[in-house]
């Protein structure tokens, strides 16, 4: 699998996904969903569609100017929040093997932790315990915490494949080119036989630094490879998560609740920019796979705004289908982020030599998780 395979599977899904919006949306606006039979009056009329918000909150021209603001204001947050590590080489305290890089990364994975817990995943149990939803099976059966469990174990899996792959051919390449060589300078051996005893000692010590070399050089390669494939997927947990959120907000027309959610998912983008962005400096891809990276995370949610206002009309946040697909997605997106927090980035830095040669080091680390994390769930108030 190769390692620019995966933003376009990352495209795919997320192409996958608005579809089966559409049309739920378009399903429930023709009556092809019948919703299900509520015991109470008002329930039934709100998933029917008939409890908008009415008031000083609900009106359709303030909401889409609210909309167009946003849509510019969360893209430019989030390329300066995913930007800002990518330019941290050109600062010597900010360098990927400097102390205070380790501390924001921290801060940004704590971002990360929080965004799986306190916004995606209560999200998800919202929608899937929906009473829009049938009680059989949606009310016997916790699917959020089922299909972000097999989400986690599922990345999981895809970590360590992937991984497999890239050392697979990494070494095959190696060996070709041992062999090539050794084919090529064959001849200088049976000279070397007829050579002194030093000259002998001198080739084997040569012998053995360079092999000494190799296999440092190929530890370097596979943390390089095991960082790019970190990059991928978390990429794609949060593109999947930044589209619903986009969506539900680009279709909704209470005032009350874009306003903040607008500040928030600004600060939101920001934080879990930096998260990724100090991922991605650390994976060492070229200018264009970077652009690529950051096109993609900076433009998702503002292209999941304007699709919910393509879908204003027709999309129902609260019709059986649509709250299946987004709650379903939010679930497997909790999951895949909660993995790559916890194991692939808060995990492997806290257990590796860095953080454990400093106990000053490590506690800084900590608080900044803390702060990451606490932040995120302040912030869940609004977004």
């Known amino acids: 699998m190769s390692t620019s395979q995966t933003p376009l599977l990352a495209f795919v899904f997320f192409i996958i996904f608005t579809s089966s919006v559409a049309i739920a949306a378009t399903d429930a ?34 909401a889409l100017r609210l909309k167009l603001i946003a849509i510019p204001a969360i893209l430019a947050a989030s390329v300066v929040g995913v930007c800002l590590p990518l330019f941290a080489r050109s600062v010597p305290a900010l360098r990927p093997d400097g102390g205070l890089f380790v501390v924001v990364k921290a801060f ?13 995943l209560p999200d998800s149990f919202n929608d899937l315990s929906s009473p829009c939803l049938p009680a059989k099976p949606w009310a016997e059966f916790p699917f959020t915490a089922f299909v972000a469990m097999l989400a986690a174990v599922f990345t999981l899996m ?21 062999v090539a060589h050794h084919g090529d300078h064959g001849h200088c051996h049976a ?4 050579q002194a005893d030093v000259t002998a000692l001198s080739t084997t010590e040569t012998a053995a630094d360079k092999g000494g070399d190799v296999e440092a050089g190929n530890t370097t390669k596979a943390q390089l490879l095991r960082n790019r494939v970190i990059v991928q997927v978390l990429e794609m947990g949060i593109v999947v998560h930044s589209v619903v959120i986009g969506l539900g907000m680009g279709a909704s027309q209470n005032v009350c ?7 928030a998912l ?51 946040d609260n019709s059986p289908t649509a709250l299946i697909v987004v709650g379903l997605l939010n679930a497997a997106s909790a999951g895949l982020l909660h993995y790559m927090a916890l194991v692939e980035l808060l995990a492997a830095d806290f257990m590796g030599p860095k953080l454990q040669g400093s106990v000053r080091l490590q506690l800084a680390a900590f608080l900044a998780v803390l702060l990451g994390a606490g932040g995120m769930s302040v912030m869940a108030k609004w977004a």
């Open 158 to 178: 895809v970590d360590s494949l992937m991984l497999t792959f890239h050392t697979r051919g990494s070494k095959g390449r190696a060996s070709s080119a041992a």
């Open 191 to 194: 000279h070397a036989l007829g």
């Open 257 to 263: 609740t874009i306003r903040p959610l607008v500040a």
């Open 108 to 120: 940004a994975s704590g971002v990360i932790l929080g965004t799986g817990y306190m916004h995606v």
């Open 266 to 316: 600004c600060f939101h983008q920001m934080f879990e920019g930096m998260g990724l962005g100090g991922c991605i400096l650390q994976a060492e891809y070229g200018r264009r796979m970077k652009s690529v990276l950051v096109f993609f995370f900076s433009t998702t949610t503002p292209f999941g705004i304007a699709l919910g206002l393509a879908l204003t009309r027709v999309y129902k």
């Open 29 to 62: 606006q023709s009556g092809h969903q019948t919703p299900p039979p509520a015991p109470a009056g008002a329930r039934h009329a709100a998933c029917d569609g008939g409890s908008a918000v009415g008031g000083q909150c609900h009106s359709v021209a303030r």
